[in-house]
Nanobody, 127 residues
Framework: QVQFVESGGDLVQPGGSLRLSCAAS????????MGWFRQFPGKEREFVAA????????YYADSIKGRFTISRDNAKNTLYLQINSLKPEDTAVYYC????????????????????WGQGTRVTVSS
């Protein structure tokens, strides 16, 4: 059974940093693209970033470029999202996701490209 343990979400002040983690078990995902999405209250999930199975390629949403960094440790079967210079508008539940594709798929920002999802971790940015 595939399980994801997401962690790292917290209440932080504007300007702070967080590192989100998504540890997978039950299956190895080193050959599959993984991504992060986030969901604001009352809104649909939106794409944040994706990284290829090898970790050599990444794609980011324009809205977060320069502040977010996606990475992975295939030996640990874990995906990360480093978030710097947090803003109140980053407040959301962040979800990890896994795609069947080993390389970045066409339109990696579409949720339909992903077939496994984590349970989410909440990030709140407030002073």
């Amino acid at each position: 059974q595939v399980q994801f343990v997401e962690s790292g979400g917290d209440l932080v002040q504007p300007g702070g940093s967080l590192r989100l983690s998504c540890a997978a078990s039950g299956r190895t995902f080193s050959a599959r693209t993984m991504g992060w999405f986030r969901q604001f209250p009352g809104k649909e999930r939106e794409f944040v970033a994706a990284i290829s199975g090898s970790g050599k390629s990444a794609y980011y949403a324009d809205s977060i470029k320069g502040r977010f960094t996606i990475s992975r440790d295939n030996a640990k079967n874990t995906l990360y999202l480093q978030i710097n210079s947090l803003k109140p508008e980053d407040t959301a539940v962040y979800y990890c996701a896994v795609s069947p594709a080993p390389t970045l798929p066409y339109r990696p920002w579409t949720s339909g490209q992903y077939d496994y999802w984590g349970q989410g971790t909440r990030v709140t940015v407030s002073s």
